[in-house]
């Protein structure tokens, strides 16, 4: 299994000058505050790959770079969409599927998730799926059976040897941007149901949180969710804010070991 990680999506935030320096501020703090047992990824615009990652690469900060989406086909007349082949010239290593905001805004069915996992995995780069319930399904009691089915959508096909590079991430949709933030208690029920889904399909891959994460809620939700790292959204935006999500993940893991 991979290392505990944790991967900021900046969405569509930051232009280049000020992804430059996030990357930068990033840097330094990792530098001040090395982190021993967590893999850490920043995901910016498309417009920001180049400069963020040769950031990366100049400053050696050990950062994975990751791409938010990819689209399904090698190349075409896809308008406004950018290939794998694109992302991963520009040093990209793993990417985003099947985020919310894509199924719901853009018309990402699970079919379209599960066609890009594929093509993501099994080119060898770390495919972080995303899934989650809305509000009425965790109202209603249903979280556990519809998250399952959106890993059975997405993972049922994929090749064996695919299996290896898939990240799971969990992130309840009520929570994501809101500020409310699912109870630890709440996220360690859900993984075990997310856990023994991906037991049934023979895939052994991290499991994720991403909700409305920060460094007050971090340790608990490690220590108590059982996750495996978080797929951090606003918190990412802010270098201070997001180093110290990833400080209370490694703190939490050499506390354990």
């Not at 990417?95 to 995995?121: F, P």
């Not at 959508?153 to 990240?167: D, K, Y």
């Amino acid at each position: 299994m991979a290392a505990p990680a944790v991967y900021g999506n900046w969405k569509m935030n930051l232009d280049v000058v000020e992804a430059i320096h996030l990357t930068q501020q990033l840097g330094v703090l990792l530098r001040r505050s090395p982190l021993e047992h967590v893999e850490v990824g920043v995901a910016p615009p498309f417009v920001d790959l180049r400069s963020v990652g040769s950031v990366i690469e100049a400053d050696r900060l050990g950062l994975v770079l990751c791409a938010q989406h990819v689209n399904e086909h090698e190349s075409g007349a896809h308008t406004g969409e950018v290939s794998l082949a694109m992302l991963e010239r520009l040093g990209v290593r793993a990417v985003i599927v099947g985020h919310s905001e894509r199924r719901r805004l853009y018309g990402m069915d699970d079919a379209l998730v599960a066609r890009t996992l594929a093509r993501v995995a099994g080119a060898g780069l770390r495919a972080i799926l995303c899934v989650g319930e809305g509000l009425e399904v965790r109202e209603a009691g249903g979280e556990a059976a519809f998250v399952a089915e959106q890993l059975r959508a997405a993972l049922a096909g994929l090749a064996e040897g695919a299996r290896a590079h898939v990240t799971v991430a969990y992130e309840p949709l009520w929570a994501i941007g809101t500020g409310v933030v699912a109870e630890a208690a709440q996220v360690a029920a859900q993984n075990r149901s997310i856990r023994a889904t991906l037991a049934d399909l023979g895939v052994d891959a991290p499991v994720l949180y991403g909700g409305s994460v920060s460094a007050e809620n971090a340790a608990e939700l490690a220590h108590d969710g059982a996750v495996d790292g978080f797929l951090v959204g606003g918190a990412s935006l802010r270098a201070e804010a997001f180093h110290a999500v990833c400080r209370a993940l490694d703190d939490c893991y050499a506390a354990n070991r």
